[in-house]
């Protein structure tokens, strides 16, 4: 997976603290890559904010549904602090994976594996129930 990293993620800016990378309801054609800093996945429940997952660095970023499925996001993405960021786009991405078949099946079991570990801690920060069966 880092030849996959190193390979895309050459698309390099910096961005201040408190500054949406997606919007809810918007369609994004970006996943990052966090260098430095840290982001938060939330979105509106009536006035609150509620936070659904924290990504820190080294880890990639994005609204799966929109960036995979051209689908409007159901959650916003925001920098907790300065960021230094890579990106690559849909287009960039979907041709990598054609030309590197080894590296699909790799990157699709771990973003798989990703989604469930956010919606088991998830669970488990927000449910007062017994999680070890989750």
Known sequence: MKDFINDLFVNEFS???KTLLITEGSVTDKMFLIKRGSVRAWCKNKSKEITTDLFFENKLVTSVESFMFNEKSIYNFETVENCEL????KAEFDRYLTERADIKDKFYQALIRRLIE???NYLKSNLKTDTKNL
């Open 118 to 120: 956010g919606q088991y």
């Open 15 to 17: 961005i201040p603290a």
């Open 86 to 89: 890579c990106f690559v786009t």
